[in-house]
């Protein structure tokens, strides 16, 4: 069984940093950030294999990293020069060894106002 809680969220002024947190339990193969906008579909953010390999959605590349402590078993997002289009409930989202199934954390909001 994979768990994941997000934190980190809050409200920003566009330029704006923000980094947010993901707990995890479990045995995970792959974990992402997604967002999900007002009346829009979830997207991808940005995902990081268990070898370690990154990837970017191409409105967040140059902006957001990602990385990953697995001592403490938390994924961080590191936002920075943040837009107001960035204004999302940001989710973690892991892929289970076991199961092969998607794990969904309960998300976490993000505003960036002007």
């Known amino acids: 069984q994979v768990q994941l809680v997000e934190s980190g969220g809050g409200s920003v002024q566009a330029g704006g940093s923000l980094k947010l947190s993901c707990i995890y339990s479990g045995y995970v193969c792959e974990i992402s950030w997604y967002s999900q906008a007002p009346g829009k579909e979830r997207e991808l953010v940005s995902s990081m294999s268990r070898n370690g390999t990154t990837s970017y959605g191409d409105a967040v590349k140059g902006r957001f990293t990602i990385s990953q402590d697995n001592a403490k078993n938390t994924l961080y997002l590191g936002m920075n020069g943040l837009k107001t289009e960035d204004t999302a409930v940001y989710f973690c989202?892991?892929?289970?060894?076991?199961?092969?199934?998607?794990?969904w954390g309960q998300g976490t909001q993000v505003t960036v106002s002007s």
């Open positions: 989202a892991a892929i289970g060894c076991m199961s092969w199934r998607t794990y």
